[in-house]
């Protein structure tokens, strides 16, 4: 039996996948949780994935790995390899201004056309930006610039400090691939970096990740703590990409994910330039283009909702599945971190349509599922407008699994909706990649589905929601 591992570094945690290359079977896995907060310590990630390895048996017997990672993450290095400062993770909104800046500079249009998307907070170069413009003395220190998933694959190369890292700090050893170089605002649809917008981001220019196709190795591992020297180790992705890996997804396909942030993602052939911003064009794993809307607030909008009235998900969902459809006009606009679709960076949460018939657990519990979906279902529009064509819904993330979301989901959504079974679709996207990059051919391995929920629109949920927008 050959195995090969993936690997899906986000935002809250570190988890590994040994799959059979012949079946696509999981054959085990392992966990570690990351720290909490929007700025991590990159060390930190380097360390769940060392103990998520151990809880996954360890990768001796492994033939090829990739990791998968929360994108867009400004991982700063000096000119030993030594992280700089603690990574900006995606959601750390400060750089909100320095996006508008950004588009200021360039305008929207322009920046759409040369890079797919027009920047946000969440963006790699904002980042940059506020890196040069809060604490200058660091942007100078910068000598390259990576994304969490480029970064741990370096390390798993052997590559880093000379103090912690067998092969010393290579600075033109990183590399990366085009899902995640995509997010960063500063490479274009084309294939290339567009160096002006990193000076004009960072200040001055610095080594990037070098771009590998989708079935190209970046190398093999060194003996280190996480691994044995002689893995094959693939280019990695950005999150979603890997997921849209893990489901097989294909044009015609809508990825809809509820992690702690929501996203609609699409694979097509073409790139796409949205100058309004509601949709990047980022570039997926496996050759094609990955249209793409997210949202800051999607499975925690429950988790807080589930805080408030006391209850588990299991509870919270049976509450939201007594009320009716609309939830008798009771509305949460469940922008409780801000929010980057649409851009308020700024926003709190809301709760519309409180009367003394309307308020009560029942309809708060729905009230919350129905606007984390209608957020996801403008995401859909987005996409939408851009040309693509939703010919069924993929719903994935835990709370997918949750049957009062999927059923919701059938009423807020207009097309068919499928639930996978459930899985760690990143950390199997990133091991589809490995098994790819070991034997030259992409796997066709069967993603299984567990719930396909009667199609039920409902419009006055998404009307109510609607007339809420500023």
Not at 7 to 24: A, F, I, L, N, P
Not at 121 to 146: C, G, I, M, Q, Y
Not at 206 to 222: C, H, I, K, S
Not at 384 to 395: D, F, N
């Amino acid at each position: 039996m050959t195995l090969v591992a993936g690997v899906d570094s986000s935002t809250q945690s570190c988890k590994v996948v040994v799959r059979d290359v012949e079946t696509g079977a999981v054959v085990r896995t392992g966990r570690a949780s990351h720290p909490d907060g929007t700025e991590v310590d990159p060390a930190a990630w380097w360390t769940a994935l060392v103990t998520a390895v151990t809880d996954a048996g360890g990768l001796d017997d492994v033939a090829a790995i990739a990791i998968g990672g929360q994108q867009h993450g400004m991982v700063v290095l000096d000119a030993d390899g030594r992280v700089i400062r603690d990574a900006l993770l995606w959601n750390d909104t400060r750089s909100a201004q320095a996006a508008r800046d950004l588009i200021d500079e360039f305008g929207a249009a322009e920046l759409a056309r040369r890079t797919g998307s027009v920047p946000v907070a969440s963006f790699t170069a904002t980042k940059l930006r506020w890196l040069r413009d809060a604490e200058p003395e660091n942007a100078a220190r910068v000598a390259a610039v990576a994304l969490p998933h480029d970064w741990l694959t370096w390390r798993l190369l052997g590559y880093g400090p000379a103090d912690a890292s067998p092969l010393g700090p290579q600075l033109d050893a990183l590399v990366t691939d085009r899902s995640d170089a995509s997010g960063t605002s500063y490479w274009s649809p084309t294939g290339e970096y567009d160096r002006e917008l990193l000076i004009a981001a960072l200040g001055h220019d610095a080594v990037l990740p070098r771009v590998l196709g989708p079935d190209e190795r970046a190398g093999e591992t060194a003996a280190t703590d996480a691994a044995p020297a002689g893995i094959v180790v693939g280019p990695g992705a950005g999150d979603n990409a890997a997921a849209a890996l893990g489901l097989g997804a294909r044009p015609g396909d809508v990825a809809v994910s509820l992690g702690t942030s929501g996203t609609v993602f699409a694979v097509t052939a073409d790139p796409i330039a949205d100058e309004t911003g509601a949709a990047a064009g980022f570039a997926d794993a496996s050759g094609n283009f990955l249209p793409i809307a997210t949202t800051l607030n999607a499975a925690r909008v429950l988790d807080a909702t589930a805080r408030l009235l006391g209850v588990d998900h299991a509870q919270l969902g049976e509450l939201a599945l007594a009320a009716e459809p609309g939830s008798a006009g009771l509305v949460l606009q469940p922008w409780f971190e801000g929010e980057r679709t649409p851009n308020y960076p700024d926003a709190t949460a809301t709760l519309f349509g409180m009367t003394l018939g309307s308020t009560t657990r029942e309809n708060l519990a729905r009230a919350a599922i129905e606007g984390m979906l209608c957020g996801l279902a403008d995401g859909l529009d987005a996409v939408r407008a851009q040309g693509v064509v939703a010919e069924r819904l993929l719903l994935i993330g835990g709370a997918a699994q949750n049957p009062a979301v999927a059923a919701i989901a059938a009423q807020v959504f207009d097309a068919p909706v499928e639930v996978p079974q459930p899985g760690e679709y990143v950390a199997l996207g990133a091991a589809v990649q490995a098994a790819w990059v070991l034997t030259g051919e992409r796997p066709t391995w069967e993603v299984p589905v567990g719930a396909r929920p009667d199609r039920d629109t409902r419009p006055i949920i998404r009307e109510q929601y609607t007339r809420r927008k500023p």
